[in-house]
């Protein structure tokens, strides 16, 4: 084996090595990156069977199905405030400590919550979510490109 052949291997082992460190992600950590705020990945389990005990999955997908809970941690962190974002942590930290195991009993734990920024935050952000989501806005929503329909031929009485 000659020098150039070993330098050329190990320069595609470090950047192999390089590539495929950084594509594992901390573990624990969330699936998507934040910048203000730091979640777990339990973190975010929790806020994903959240926002599936307020929007559940029927006929049509639920909120968790939809990714809901990745819009509502990506909408924390950008458009609210370090207030908010302190607010709802330390909400989500009290519902973590509930340790809710079935879906009635979260709906029923978020229910005693309505005043709180935390659950103002969740819901708002989830409706949010589910209205603008490509399943409601294909599926659900009949878009008509404006003006509309045109018909020359009407009759018109006088």
């Known amino acids: 084996m000659n ?17 495929a460190s950084s594509c594992t992600g901390g573990v624990g950590e969330a ?10 990945a339990a973190d975010e389990a929790l806020i994903g069977d959240l926002v599936e005990a307020i929007i559940p999955g029927t006929d049509s997908p639920g909120a968790k199905e939809l ?8 909408m924390l962190d950008d458009c609210h405030s370090s ?16 340790e ?7 709906l029923a734990y978020l229910q005693t919550l309505r005043e709180d920024v935390f659950f ?22 009949i878009y008509e490109l404006v003006p509309g329909h045109y018909d020359g031929a009407v009759k018109v009485n006088t």
């Open 67 to 74: 990714n809901l809970h990745l819009f509502v941690m990506k």
């Open 83 to 98: 207030e908010d974002q302190e607010a709802f942590i330390k909400g989500l930290k009290k519902v973590a400590k509930a």
């Open 3 to 19: 020098r150039r052949t070993a330098l050329k291997q190990f320069f595609i082992l470090a950047g192999g090595l390089m590539i």
């Open 31 to 40: 699936s998507i990156e934040l910048r203000h705020i730091v979640l777990s």
């Open 120 to 141: 103002d935050i969740l819901k708002k952000r989830t409706v949010q979510g589910y209205l603008n989501s490509e399943y409601i806005m294909k599926n659900k929503l």
């Open 100 to 106: 809710l195991k079935t879906e009635s009993a979260r």
